[in-house]
Nanobody
Framework: QVQLVESGGGLVQPGGSLRLSCAASGSFFSINAMGWYRQAPGNKRELVAHISSGGGTNYANSVKGRFTISRDNAKNTVYLQMNSLKPEDTAVYYC???????????????WGQGTQVTVSS
């Protein structure tokens, strides 16, 4: 199995910045695509940013130009740099990873427990 642990969430004023980290641990052969999702109260979980194993990225329109996703394959870690934060960015942010692990055929999606991001003055 693969465990994902997020960190870096918290309370920030509008216009501020936060950097989220997600570290993968456990037994796995490789981690392929990774991404960040978020879910606000009463809303459906939505994709925020995605990064492929080769470094290609994709962002939700609402965060383009403000958020940057990156990864460090040697550390099995994905990051989300969030700048110019807005109140509407308030949500629980979840890390996602597609990985191959012993005893499992093909890739399997794993999820972190989530970290709260609150943007408020």
């Amino acid at each position: 199995q693969v465990q994902l642990v997020e960190s870096g969430g918290g309370l920030v004023q509008p216009g501020g910045s936060l950097r989220l980290s997600c570290a993968a641990s456990g037994s796995f052969f490789s981690i392929n695509a990774m991404g960040w999702y978020r879910q606000a109260p009463g809303n459906k979980r939505e994709l925020v940013a995605h990064i492929s194993s080769g470094g290609g990225t994709n962002y939700a329109n609402s965060v383009k130009g403000r958020f940057t996703i990156s990864r460090d394959n040697a550390k099995n870690t994905v990051y989300l740099q969030m700048n110019s934060l807005k109140p509407e960015d308030t949500a629980v942010y979840y890390c996602n990873a597609a990985a191959t692990a012993p005893g499992i055929m093909g890739d399997y999606d794993y999820w972190g427990q989530g970290t709260q991001v609150t943007v408020s003055s």
